[in-house]
């Protein structure tokens, strides 16, 4: 059973920095791809960001690019990210997600099967 557990989320002023973390249990994780999505209140979920197996590749949401970082260590079953200069928009609940298929990655929702419980990101204006 793919269980997926983000932590690190939490209250900070504007221009602050928060790093998110998952932990993933039941799953080979340096096979599978790894996405970080969030959903604001009254908005749909969105991509922020998405890492290949072996971290060799990395993609973002412009909203997110150069202020964010996604990263992982294989060794700790472990994806994280790095948020700096937050902003007020990104106040949210982050979710990770992976893929069924070790050869998925992308930004929609509706290629990754398991997703974590998520943690709530609030920036203060």
């Known amino acids: 059973q793919v269980q997926l557990v983000e932590s690190g989320g939490g209250l900070v002023q504007a221009g602050g920095s928060l790093r998110l973390s998952c932990a993933a249990s039941?799953?080979?994780?340096?096979?599978?791809?790894m996405g970080w999505f969030r959903q604001a209140p009254g908005k749909e979920r969105e991509f922020v960001a998405a890492?290949?197996?072996?971290?060799?590749?990395?993609y973002y949401a412009d909203s997110v690019k150069g202020r964010f970082t996604i990263s992982r260590e294989n060794a700790k079953n472990t994806v994280y990210l790095q948020m700096n200069s937050l902003v007020p928009e990104d106040t949210a609940v982050y979710y990770c997600?992976?893929?069924?298929?070790?050869?998925?990655?992308?930004?929609?929702?509706?290629?990754?099967?398991?997703w974590g419980q998520g943690t709530q990101v609030t920036v203060s204006s």
């Open positions: 039941g799953l080979t994780f340096r096979r599978y791809a």
């Open positions: 890492i290949t197996w072996s971290g060799s590749n990395t």
């Open positions: 997600a992976t893929p069924r298929s070790p050869s998925t990655w992308g930004a929609s929702s509706t290629e990754y099967d398991y």
